[in-house]
């Protein structure tokens, strides 16, 4: 018995270390003052110590809205690059037919694995001599890269609890390949395209080392400007955009778990 | 005749495509080749950089033709000198020169400002003898190992980076000899990269796999929310979560202000715990935490919690099932997640850039620093062919293991 009360309490203690962290940024980010640390009058709750100037600062800052913008633009594009052709490359190499299928899986997944300073560094030479260097396409394609991987992963985990004779049946039935697809595998394997789309998304949103090495002044993304942030003028202002950034990890959390609950019922019916 | 062909010819690529290895191939290839183009050929490009360098070799061509012909001992003969003074000259006006000067400099320090400031007063000798011309400039001309060191730096194709980066050098005799003490660097480094992502990943199995535990053998509802606990910090963004060290660990950080306030210590003796190696550490166990517990969960959750109630019935004292019962069941779990923390811990940069400070910086860093600060390119390249190579190895482990389709992700 005591050694299940010991396990519960190094079990909370761990807990406490995995999400202490992240929920101490949240009261922090209302510091009236500029300080990263509680001030007497926020322990004693003062609501005079409490104030929403950082984002105000944020919301009135240019370089912030402009990275926001530049965020969501190149992990939109990217998704969308990175979606489709995961989908497609799952599709195929879901066949057992497909030849040489661990060597291109390997491949495939590469970019997940490899270093990101590998990445950006290559990539960095690469850009350049195409002049896709500090361009938004350049970072569009690079972080597309790096997303496929994830896609390709969700997707072939759909892929592996979904029944063949569907595919068959819909074919016997007189529908061509493409009609199969978009009639019976779209529907039935979306939930966990979307998921890889999210997880491309959210690969993008947070990645930091290709667009320190490939971005100029325009392409600054948010977590350049984070990084920025806590190399340079360090300001609680970084706080808020934290929080902003805790809130929509949940929500994503949340919407791939939704998905993921989608996925298993639906091969359930299947 | 011709259409008749034809119209052969597109039946029998209608029937390819209508079989299946070549259907599913047309399907992986569009993302073969653009995976390929836009991340493959940039590593490869990094890849061949770190043995191929010509800048050297293209701007001095008759200097290094002409030095094949030196013994290597003493100061070589004119035609050498003849040619560096047309080529130098040259080079000056293509502004390559500080291109040149930097590799030759890399080979053996000092050179940079002999070879800039030489090429400046030969602007000013109309005509040889070149060799008492150069001597005269600077001293060093006359020394073989200056010879040597624009011998090395022409190498077009070079082992050169990677005895740099294993901190060996090349003697002008041809023979490899070890960096003298205070020049080695890079091996302690991989070493101590080694080191400290296993010490990471030994924490990471500590922490997570009794978590892991406790949710895989709780309650459906209690373990999705406690899954959920473990997924908020994986989903949220990284420079986030290290934000959230800084703002703990740091001297004027919540830590220090409570353990001063409660009397723990001094006002003026406030802990270092980030910007050092323990700051990296911490931030890095706390990344990487989530990519050891998935994997875990996943595998306890297949075994049944009855195996250790039988156990403990057969007479097995609790260490005595653990270790012969469950343990050896949650194994594959414990392979998977250890692995794919150590690969990622090997090759991270953000956090030890962030909250290494001078001590807790790893090898991806000092790639960045060669990339962006020194512009040692084929130096960072060499670095980081080898921190590849490891990944690479630890992958293929991976796959044979695991399986890569496998990876959990989220």
Redesign the interface.
Known sequence: MS?RIA??A??TL??A???A??L??VP?SFNAEP????TEGMLRLDPEAYSLRWYREIASNAQWTRALGNSLLIGAAATV?ATV??T??A???A?R???VR?L????????????????A???????STLGLSQTHLGLI??H???G?P?V???V??TLSAFDINLTRAAASLGAG?LRTFRRVQLPLIAPGVLSGAL?AF?AS??E??VVL?MAGEDQRTI?RQ??AG??EQISPA??AV?TF??VF??L??LT??WLRGRAGARAAAG | MDRVNDERALERLAGALRRPPVRAAGLVLPLVAFVGVTFLAPVGTMLVRSVYDPVVADALPDTLAALRQWDGEGAPGEAVYAAAARELLRARDDRTLGRVASRVNRVQGGLRSVLVRSVRRLREVDAGPWRAAFIAIDADWGEARTWHAIRTAGERITARHYLHALDLRRLPDGAVARQPEDRRIYVALLGRTFAVSLAITAFCLLLGYPLAHLIAHAAPRRAALLLALVLVPFWTSLLVRTTSWIVLLQTQGVLNDLFVSLGLIGDDARIAMIYNMTGTMVAMTHVLLPFMVLPLYSVMRTIPPQQMSAAASLGASFPQAFRRVYWPQTLPGVGAGSLLVFILAIGYYITPALVGGQSGQLISNFIAYHMQTSLNWGLASALGAILLGCVAGLYLLYDRLVGIERMRLG
Not at chain 1, 35 to 38: D, E, K, M, P, R
Not at chain 1, 104 to 119: N, R, Y
């Open positions: 050694g396990h519960l190094a079990c761990i807990f270390f995995l999400i962290p992240i101490v940024i922090l300080y990263f640390t509680f690059l052709l995961g497609l490359a599709l195929g190499l066949s037919a497909m030849p661990r291109a899986l390997g491949l495939l997944i590469s970019p997940m694995v490899t270093p990101l300073i590998i990445s560094a290559g990539m960095f030479f690469f850009y394609l690079a597309a890269a790096l496929t994830f390709v992963i969700t072939t985990a390949p997880f959210a949103f947070d930091v080392v090495f977590p984070m990084w806590i190399r970084i706080l934290a950034l805790i990890a949940v994503l959390l791939v778990e």
